[in-house]
């Protein structure tokens, strides 16, 4: 038999190698079919988190699978050909699409993923002093709305601050531009999609409405108790309809082309009771504080009242809502995800924020303690009123006795 020489068998060797390894470095074969995601768990978590994706076509080398929550990459931590093992990454902006993208070939799941936020720490925000501080709002474009004493003012988020209407120092009635327009004990404000601002001026007891130009006009009330008693706090639905809180006529009003109607309460303590703050879901459903009794009411659309969480007693106690306690709740606001945060207290202990979930469950997120700033659960709030949540999911609410803006800084 005739040997074949040295360099031919050693060539031939090569060869067999490379095509040996021909699917990739780590000798793994290609996908056999397109990337597709079935389903993944769990569909809520903070960061940190470990979130599994069941699909197929999948890469079984970890770093060949590209996986994003709306957007965001997140880092990949095992894999093989039908399922992923990711780590949830610290950013907010983390409720979105779970998509995979293998090999430039990209598929998202149909369930959404919602990232949970960690409230870590309560800073002030910007270094404003506000007299007689309960009122606020903020917009799509991050400004935040306030009222300094009897005016109405805008600070934007380079931390610029501005009176659109009215005089921190001066009370009264005055229909008009922003310079000569006057207000009496502001203590609700919202904001519509087209700019204009209402304001329940409780002093007046009237609706006040600042338009994009900075005129002021009175779009509800006479002035008297008897139409409008103790305007506390201003909503709007989906639809743009403006809803007042009068809290000594124990009602909340709709504010129509033709006057007030009567959206939810029949005037008594024992229906509805005196109604502090109000604002919408994205259902259309209503949420209320009521200050005396310690509860938190669902409204529906349809004006139909029942209880969310409280049980009656003061009380600070976490759990779900037919258990749970407040004290003093005051005002509240929802997020994107229907969460909905209270602000409540009156002493040291009893100064919290407190958040609701769409199912109920009641917790707490800042206060209790005796820092000014720092650790979300050390933190001492003064007096917390007006609330809102911002784009990127932290709490401002105006710390009344300290006469600033504080944030529950998410993560």
């Known amino acids: 038999m005739k040997l074949l020489p040295l360099n031919i068998l050693s060539a031939a060797l090569a060869l067999a190698v490379l095509c040996g390894c021909s699917g990739g470095d780590d000798g793994e074969k290609a996908p056999s079919a397109d990337p597709s995601v079935a389903s993944f768990t769990p569909e809520a978590a903070p960061h940190g988190s470990t979130l599994t994706i069941n699909g197929e076509g999948f890469s079984r080398s970890a770093s060949k699978n590209i996986v994003t929550i709306n957007g965001i990459q997140a880092e990949v931590t095992s894999a093989t050909a039908s399922v992923l093992t990711v780590t949830v990454p610290k950013n907010t902006g983390c409720t979105g699409a779970v998509t995979v993208t293998v090999g430039g070939k990209s598929a998202s799941a149909q369930a959404v993923f919602t990232y949970i936020p960690t409230y870590v720490r309560v800073a002030t925000y910007g270094s404003f002093y506000i007299n007689d501080f309960k009122c606020l709002a903020t917009d799509a474009a991050g400004n935040i709305y306030i009222n300094d004493g009897h005016c109405i003012c805008m600070i934007t988020p380079q931390g610029g601050k501005t009176i659109l209407a009215g005089r921190f120092d001066t009370q009264g009635f005055a229909d008009g531009d922003g310079q000569t327009a006057r207000f009496d004990t502001p203590e609700g404000i919202a904001l519509d999609n087209a700019g204009n601002i209402y304001v329940a001026d409780y002093g007046n007891s009237r609706v006040r409405r600042i338009d994009a130009a900075g005129n002021v006009t009175t779009v509800a009330g006479d002035g008297t108790a008897e139409t409008l008693n103790g305007p506390a706090s201003i909503a709007l639905d989906g639809e743009g309809r403006v809803y007042v809180a009068a809290f000594y006529a124990n009602r909340i009003y709709r504010i129509t082309p033709s006057g007030?109607?009567?959206?939810?309460?029949?005037?008594?303590?024992?229906?509805?009771?005196?109604?502090?703050?109000?604002?919408?879901?994205?259902?259309?459903?209503?949420?209320?504080?009521?200050?005396?009794?310690?509860?938190?009411?669902?409204?529906?659309?349809?004006?139909?009242?029942?209880?969310?969480?409280?049980?009656?007693?003061?009380?600070?106690?976490?759990?779900?809502?037919?258990?749970?306690?407040?004290?003093?709740?005051?005002?509240?606001?929802?997020?994107?995800?229907?969460?909905?945060?209270?602000?409540?207290?009156?002493?040291?202990?009893?100064?919290?924020?407190?958040?609701?979930?769409?199912?109920?469950?009641?917790?707490?997120?800042?206060?209790?303690?005796?820092?000014?700033?720092?650790?979300?659960?050390?933190?001492?709030?003064?007096?917390?009123?007006?609330?809102?949540?911002?784009?990127?999911?932290?709490?401002?609410?105006?710390?009344?006795?300290?006469?600033?803006?504080?944030?529950?800084?998410?993560?």
């Not at 949420?287 to 310690?294: H, L, M, P, R």
């Not at 720092?374 to 911002?390: Q, T, Y």
């Open 260 to 411: 007030l109607e009567v959206f939810a309460g029949d005037g008594t303590q024992e229906n509805l009771g005196r109604p502090k703050g109000i604002a919408f879901d994205a259902s259309g459903n209503m949420y209320a504080t009521n200050e005396s009794n310690n509860h938190i009411y669902k409204i529906s659309p349809s004006g139909q009242i029942s209880t969310l969480a409280g049980v009656g007693p003061a009380g600070n106690d976490d759990g779900p809502g037919d258990q749970a306690t407040f004290t003093g709740p005051r005002r509240l606001a929802v997020d994107k995800f229907d969460n909905i945060y209270v602000s409540q207290g009156w002493s040291e202990e009893s100064c919290l924020i407190r958040k609701i979930t769409p199912y109920g469950e009641v917790s707490t997120i800042a206060g209790g303690g005796n820092q000014a700033d720092g650790d979300a659960m050390s933190a001492r709030l003064w007096n917390p009123e007006g609330i809102a949540v911002d784009a990127t999911g932290n709490i401002l609410f105006a710390n009344r006795h300290s006469q600033s803006i504080s944030m529950v800084v998410a993560e």
